[in-house]
Structure formats: structure tokens, C-alpha cells
């Protein structure tokens, strides 16, 4: 059974940075399945935030802000934020997808697995 679990959330003020951690079992993800981060605010639906396959997708407001890294040895994703914003407060979901793809890795449908979220607070 695969199971993706995040970490790293947590409480912090504008401009801080935060790393988030997304370490996968139940089998091993190669650096062309597709493994992304999505995150959903209050009240809102749940948005892509990147994606790294044989590629690297970000979302437009991450604006430079973000970068997506995974250890294929450690079968983890990382997303290390900084600059963050209030508005970047969310429950942040980490994913994978069971086959290989260089497309389309902005889409939800793509992923199979999904971790259970952690969350993060940017206050002003």
C-alpha cells in the first residue's frame, strides 16, 4: 500500500520560509513519475503548485519563490518556500502519480496517490 506523508508545516510571519517534506512508501517513484504539490485555502478549491517529472512545472504566483527538489534515494519530494505571503496559507497536499508523464503534471487527474496534507500559516 503506498502511502505519501508531509511534513513541515507550521506557523510563520511574511517573508519567512518554510520546507516542506513529502516522503512516499509502499513503492518507489522514479524521477519520471510525476510528484507534485497542491495546496487549498479556506473556502477555495485545491490548486497546483509545482510538479517535477523529467520537468519542473510551477504554478504562476509562485514567481520564483518556490523550488521543487526530490531524493529518488530517499523516494521524498521537497518544497522549500520562501518569501511567503499570507495568502499562501493552506493546507498544502503532496502527490504521485503511478506512471511515467511529462505532461499534463498541473492536473489533479494525473495523481493516484495523495498524502493527508500539512498545513501552513503566513500571518502579517
Known amino acids: 500500500q503506498v502511502h505519501l506523508v508531509e511534513s513541515g508545516g507550521g506557523s510563520v510571519q511574511t517573508g519567512d520560509s518554510l520546507r516542506l517534506s513529502c516522503a512516499a512508501s509502499g513503492r518507489t517513484f522514479s524521477s519520471y513519475n510525476p510528484m507534485a504539490w497542491f495546496r487549498q485555502a479556506p473556502g477555495k478549491e485545491r490548486e497546483f503548485v509545482t510538479a517535477?517529472?523529467?520537468?519542473?512545472l510551477y504554478a504562476d504566483f509562485v514567481q520564483g519563490r518556490f523550488t521543487i527538489s526530490r531524493d529518488s534515494a530517499k523516494n521524498t519530494v521537497i518544497l522549500q518556500m520562501n518569501s511567503l505571503k499570507p495568502e499562501d496559507t493552506a493546507v498544502y497536499y503532496c502527490?504521485?502519480?503511478?506512471?511515467?508523464?511529462?505532461?499534463?503534471?498541473?492536473?489533479?487527474?494525473?495523481?493516484?496517490?495523495w498524502g493527508q496534507g500539512t498545513q501552513v500559516t503566513v500571518s502579517s
Open positions: 517535477t517529472s523529467s520537468s519542473t
Open positions: 502527490a504521485a502519480s503511478a506512471y511515467y508523464s511529462t505532461s499534463g503534471l498541473g492536473q489533479p487527474s494525473l495523481y493516484h496517490y
